[in-house]
């Protein structure tokens, strides 16, 4: 029951809000079911990893590219672990479907979960959640991430509901801290956050003193989870944040202006701007609606923790080594722990929060069934990649390349995400499990995979980490060695490219509009670019 039920209210009003959460709830879950593979952008490289995982490495051909080593593995193998366990039962395919699933529906859970005990009965202010689950980093394929991210808000749930005695909360969070680093380090991090800000309390502070004992107790609440991991960091092989055989070093990091800008846009961002911006104005609705109504009552350590990951969002880099994105990650998270911090008490049922609520449910339901039609786009793009991959010859080197801004400026450009990340990014790693093939890019990363790439291979592996333009491949100074390595390319975003377009010396194998699949016949002499 949503708050107190006024007199004369009819009682089915009494489950608007429940029933509008499960509507949401469901409507969410509606793409993944018409897309055989999910078009996330990392999906494919996540897939291909689960491959190797569940014996692909051990087998011919592909036993000359990779091989797994469980030991430098630390954190951020969530879903590998999952391969290892359950590959061999249910196959590969559907565990990354499962995967996939909990990376969208735990997040649901544990904010939703978390609000409702915040709240002490089912509110407005929930509603947005679920609308919210599809975000960047769920659309970028972060399975990790959100599985671990889900993990943290459902073990702050269960906190916040028991509220145990502090050797048994100590014991819990230290336990589950751990757990959730190996799935993903940022699940942990958010478990520390979550922890600290239900010891800071429910309550702003009225004195500094009583601002002194409050950080404190937020302070030792996030503490046990800080050691842990600090342990666990300290006593792997192969700890995350160090140069290895992964593809980036961790002293890279970049700066992204425009990201910065656009910071309290981000939590709203997926496909479109104008969609963020849609959503953005709906919320921006309720919440006036609810100020003025006096119900924007904050969980005092929750308000500040989502003001804390906005800063963060705001002053970290956009990218350290290869964890990029950390706008988005930070800024997402910033807005659940604000809607889950929402406290509005006692609010009898009427006409307008119904109202309310069906507006919520219609542009959840627009949204679901707009992105249920990106996803079958999405997987068009793949049953191209996977009919040109399909002439492919067993135990090829593959250099998948991207059209980039090829061709005319018209043509049909392939799916994209709001701050035009393609796609196909890693659509090319499609023919390790489907042709045993060597292709470049693949998560290798020292210290957050467990699969490793062999020599000669590696270097290949991390010039290529990412497929490069056809002007970039033209351009390259490395193109001799390039044509002498890989013995086939595979042109993604190809739609409308000109066949002039590309560098000599390759002759088609298949054409399949979107992906085109082609043989390098011969090195070639090419002039040094000065």
Not at 17 to 41: E, G, H, N, Q, T
Not at 264 to 278: D, I, K, Q, R, T
Not at 362 to 378: E, P
Not at 511 to 530: C, K, N, T
């Amino acid at each position: 029951m949503d708050g107190v039920i006024a007199r004369g209210v009819p009682v089915h009003r009494q489950y608007v809000v429940p029933v509008a959460l499960f509507i949401l709830v469901c409507m969410s879950c509606v793409p993944l079911f018409v897309a055989p593979v999910p078009p996330l952008v990392d999906y494919p490289n996540h897939l291909a990893r689960l491959w190797l995982i569940a014996g692909g490495a051990a087998e011919p051909p592909l036993n000359a590219f990779y091989v797994v080593d469980w030991a430098r593995a630390s954190t951020n193998i969530g879903v590998d672990l999952l391969a290892l366990v359950l590959a061999p039962t249910i196959g590969v395919e559907a565990v990354g479907r499962l995967a996939v699933a909990f990376a969208l529906l735990m997040p649901i859970a544990g904010a939703l979960a978390l609000g409702r005990i915040v709240a002490g009965a089912w509110h407005l202010g929930l509603l947005p959640i679920p609308v919210l689950a599809w975000n960047i980093n769920f659309a970028a394929g972060f399975l990790n991430q959100q599985i671990a991210i889900g993990a943290a808000l459902l073990t702050a749930a269960a906190l916040a509901a028991t509220q145990p005695r502090l050797l048994v909360r100590t014991v819990v969070v230290t336990v589950a801290g751990a757990a959730i680093f190996v799935i993903h380090l940022a699940g942990a991090a958010a478990l520390a956050g979550l922890a600290g800000a239900l010891a800071f309390g429910e309550r702003y502070p009225t004195c500094r003193l009583s601002w002194l004992r409050a950080l404190r107790r937020a302070c030792l609440g996030a503490a046990p989870i800080v050691l842990a991991v600090a342990a666990l960091m300290h006593i792997a092989e192969s700890p995350p944040g160090v140069a290895g055989e992964g593809t980036t070093n961790f002293v890279f990091w970049t700066w992204q202006a425009k990201a910065k800008v656009l910071v309290p846009l981000l939590p709203f961002l997926v496909y479109a701007v104008a969609e963020g911006v849609a959503l953005a104005l709906v919320l921006v609705l309720l919440a006036t609606a609810m100020a003025r109504a006096g119900r924007l009552v904050q969980h005092a350590g929750l308000a500040l923790l989502a003001g804390v990951l906005i800063v963060a969002a705001v002053i970290l880099p956009s990218s350290i080594g290869d964890t990029t994105q950390i706008e988005f990650r930070c800024a997402w998270l910033s807005l659940i722990c604000l809607l889950a911090a929402l406290r509005p008490g006692p609010w009898p049922m009427s006409r307008a929060i119904a109202g309310a609520a069906a507006m919520l449910v219609a542009v959840g339901t627009a949204k679901a069934v707009w992105k249920a039609d990106i996803w079958r786009r999405g997987a068009a793009e793949i049953a191209a990649v996977d009919r040109a991959v399909s002439r492919l010859p067993v135990g090829s080197i593959l250099l998948p390349v991207s059209a980039g801004a090829e061709g005319n400026k018209d043509r049909p450009r392939g799916m994209r995400l709001a701050i035009d990340w393609p796609l196909h990014m890693h659509l090319g790693h499609r023919a390790v499990n489907l042709r045993g093939a060597f292709v470049p890019g693949l998560f290798s990363t020292a210290g957050k995979q467990p699969v490793r790439v062999l020599e000669p291979w590696r270097a290949w592996s991390v010039a290529f980490d990412q497929p490069p333009s056809v002007t970039e491949l033209r351009a390259a100074r490395d193109g001799r060695d390039w044509r002498g390595v890989f013995t086939h390319l595979l042109l993604l975003d190809a739609d409308g490219v000109p066949t002039n377009a590309l560098p000599e010396g390759l002759e088609a194998l298949a054409d399949e509009g979107f992906a085109r699949l082609y043989r390098v016949i011969a090195p070639l002499e090419l002039r040094p670019i000065r």
